[in-house]
């Protein structure tokens, strides 16, 4: 069963506009870790931000800010004022104690910044 | 900075070939692993190593091998190449598993081909 949605597979803006990404996962474990990573088109993975499940603050780093919610279970990344070179692929992620925290990746959302 | 290197952005290869992905991280990493990565099906995870001579499947390890005699380097081994492996292949490191962990380190990624 697949246990992170990533709903939207393109998202395309116009630079400066805002643009959250959608994670919707999935698990059993009450420990367990969610990751954003980009891929820009040099195709290197880059990490961008862990949060565990006990911690639900948001959190902003700059231009990038994610929302948390266990309730819904969801952990949404959105970009303020989204720049060109903001454009990748964005992949959410799940690591559950009961997989022994290996990774499990949504399918990725295309985002384009057109200038 | 963290490096993890692969020995080949492009190869293509003939049906029934045996082919070596190489993989050399620079950072004393003892977890390794090797993705593939398909459109619309985001990142799969083929491998993983914890140390040394050691191997874990992932959730497609079907038509493939591993092989880990040094720290720094992890190889992904396709004994006959068929044409449904013909994707992009990452590689990517991290020091060791704790409950915290997560953060990989990945390679620029292996295009193969296979005619």
């Known amino acids: 069963a697949q246990k992170v949605t990533q709903a939207q597979t393109e998202i395309s803006v116009v630079e400066k506009e805002d643009v959250t990404l959608d994670c919707v996962y999935e698990?059993?474990?009450?420990?367990?870790?969610l990751f954003w990573y980009k891929q820009p088109p040099s195709g290197e993975l880059v990490f961008l931000i862990r949060?565990?499940?006990?911690?639900?603050q948001n959190e902003i780093s700059g231009r990038y800010s994610w929302n948390f919610q266990k309730s819904t279970s969801s952990f949404n990344f959105t970009i303020t004022a989204s720049q060109v070179v903001d454009s990748a692929v964005y992949f959410c992620?799940?690591?559950?104690?009961?997989?022994?925290?290996?990774?499990?990746f949504g399918k990725g959302t295309l985002l384009t910044v057109n200038p | 900075d963290v490096k993890v290197t692969q020995s080949s952005r492009y190869l293509v290869k003939r049906t029934g070939e045996k082919v070596f992905l190489e993989c050399v991280q620079d950072?004393?990493?003892?977890?390794m692993f090797w993705y593939r990565q398909d459109p619309g099906l985001g990142l799969r995870l083929i491998y993983f190593?914890?140390?040394?001579?050691?191997?874990e499947k992932g959730d497609i390890p079907e038509g493939y091998s591993v092989s880990r005699e040094k720290k720094e380097r992890f190889s992904l081994i396709l004994e006959s190449a068929s044409t449904n492996q013909t994707s992009m292949y990452l590689c990517?490191?991290?020091?060791?598993?704790?409950?915290?962990?997560?953060?990989?380190?990945f390679g620029e990624g292996s295009r193969l081909t296979v005619l």
């Open positions: 992620a799940l690591s559950e104690s009961g997989s022994n925290y290996k990774l499990t």
């Open positions: 698990t059993r474990d009450t420990t367990y870790y």
């Open positions: 949060r565990n499940s006990f911690d639900e």
């Open positions: 950072m004393d990493h003892e977890n």
């Open positions: 190593s914890y140390d040394v001579k050691m191997k």
């Open positions: 990517a490191s991290e020091t060791a598993r704790t409950a915290s962990d997560g953060e990989l380190f």
